[in-house]
């Protein structure tokens, strides 16, 4: 049974950083393509980064390019987003998806930006 735990969200100030973890099992994670996608208070989902299987590439929106950093540890089954520089509008609900096809799911981790 796949399963992703998300951790690490919570309050912090305009211009600070967090860093949010994905834990992953029940899957073969360190074959998994796999992204963060975030979803705003009263908005849509946004696809944030991905990051290839060795973690080798990695890719991000443009709203979060030169701030964010998507990582992984395949020894650890556990991806992370660096998140810095953060911005009122970064304020969402934030999901780790396992695949190029967002084929699962976690629970999301909740981050809020504001003074």
């Known amino acids: 049974q796949v399963q992703l735990v998300e951790s690490g969200g919570g309050l912090v100030q305009p211009g600070g950083s967090l860093r949010l973890s994905c834990a992953g099992s029940?899957?073969?994670?360190?074959?998994?393509?796999m992204n963060w996608v975030r979803q705003a208070p009263g908005k849509g989902l946004e696809w944030v980064a991905s990051i290839y299987t060795d973690g080798s590439n990695t890719y991000y929106a443009d709203s979060v390019k030169g701030r964010f950093t998507i990582s992984r540890d395949n020894a650890k089954n556990t991806l992370y987003l660096q998140m810095n520089s953060l911005k009122f509008e970064d304020t969402a609900v934030y999901y780790c998806?396992?695949?190029?096809?967002?084929?699962?799911w976690g629970q999301g981790t909740r981050v809020t930006v504001s003074s």
């Open positions: 029940g899957f073969a994670f360190s074959r998994s393509y």
């Open positions: 998806a396992k695949d190029i096809d967002f084929a699962s």
